[in-house]
C-alpha cells in the first residue's frame, strides 16, 4: 500500500467547500407615526401566497452528493463491501508529500471548475486513488463522481483530465474520524489487520472524503478508506 518508512503526514482535503450560507437577520419591526397620535393601526400587509402555489416557483434542489456506499461505516468496525462503479470526471497528477494538501486542493478545484464549465452536476464525494507512492513522492488520480458521463468528451478537455468510473469490486472499508493529522494511526491499524487476516492488498489505495475537511487539524473530519485484494 505505501513504504513503510513512510507516514503519510498530509492532510488531504476535498478543498470544495461549500459557500457559507449568508447569515439572514430580522431587526426588530420599528412602528411608524406618532406615539401619541390618534391614527389607526395600518392594515395588515397581504399574506404571502404559499411556497407550492403556482404562481410561486419552488426552490431549486441542489443534487446530493452521497458517498459510494449508502450505508455508513464505523470506526470501530471493518465493512466487507462492494464499491459501485460510478462515472466521474477524474485528474492524474502527483506531489511531493510535503506539498500534498496544496496539490489536492488543486485537483479538485480544478475538476470543480471543469464540471462547471461542461454544465454537468458532480454527484458524489471527492475521492483519491493513490497509484504509486515512494517516500519523496506520490501519484494520484483525483476524482469526482457524476450522474453520467457525456457519450462524446469533449475535444477541448484538459490534457490531465479524463472521463472514468471509481474503483469497483470488492473491498474493505476502514472509516477514519478525527484530524487528518492522525490518519497515520489508522493506517497501522490497517496494517495490522491485513497481516492477521493474511490479506493481500493492491499497491493502491482509496479514499474518500465523506466530510469537507477544513485543515488538517479538522476534528470532524470522517474519511473512509478502502482497500482491494490483489
Do not use: C
Not at 462515472?87 to 471548475?113: Q, Y
Not at 458524489?124 to 488520480?141: C, M
Not at 494511526?185 to 493502491?204: F, G, P
Not at 470532524?220 to 478502502?226: C, G, K, S, T
Request: glycine share 6%; net charge negative; hydrophobic share 40%.
Amino acid at each position: 500500500m505505501r513504504a513503510a518508512s513512510r507516514s503519510i503526514a498530509v492532510a488531504l482535503t476535498a478543498a470544495l467547500l461549500a459557500p457559507a450560507l449568508p447569515l439572514l437577520g430580522a431587526g426588530p419591526l420599528l412602528a411608524q407615526g406618532s406615539a401619541t397620535g390618534s391614527q389607526p393601526p395600518a392594515a395588515p400587509a397581504p399574506a404571502s401566497p404559499p411556497a407550492d402555489s403556482p404562481g410561486v416557483p419552488a426552490a431549486p434542489t441542489k443534487p446530493s452528493r452521497p458517498p459510494l456506499l449508502a450505508e455508513p461505516g464505523d470506526p470501530a468496525n471493518v465493512d466487507d463491501v462492494v464499491l459501485p462503479a460510478k462515472p466521474a470526471l477524474v485528474l492524474s497528477g502527483s506531489s511531493d508529500w510535503d506539498s500534498g494538501l496544496k496539490s489536492l486542493k488543486e485537483a479538485f478545484g480544478r475538476i470543480e471548475k471543469e464540471l462547471g464549465r461542461l454544465g454537468i452536476e458532480p454527484r458524489g464525494r471527492p475521492i483519491v486513488l493513490y497509484t504509486q507512492t515512494t517516500d519523496d513522492n506520490f501519484r494520484f488520480e483525483a476524482m469526482i463522481p457524476v450522474a453520467e458521463a457525456p457519450a462524446n468528451p469533449p475535444a477541448d478537455l484538459a490534457k490531465d483530465m479524463r472521463f472514468g468510473t471509481t474503483p469497483a469490486g470488492r473491498a474493505w472499508r476502514f472509516v477514519h474520524k478525527g484530524p487528518y493529522d492522525d490518519v497515520d494511526n489508522t493506517y497501522e491499524t490497517i496494517t495490522t489487520y491485513l497481516e492477521a487476516k493474511d490479506i493481500v492488498a493492491k499497491d493502491a489505495f482509496i479514499e474518500e472524503f465523506a466530510t469537507d475537511p477544513v485543515d488538517g487539524a479538522d476534528a470532524d473530519l470522517e474519511v473512509n478508506i478502502f482497500v482491494q485484494p490483489r
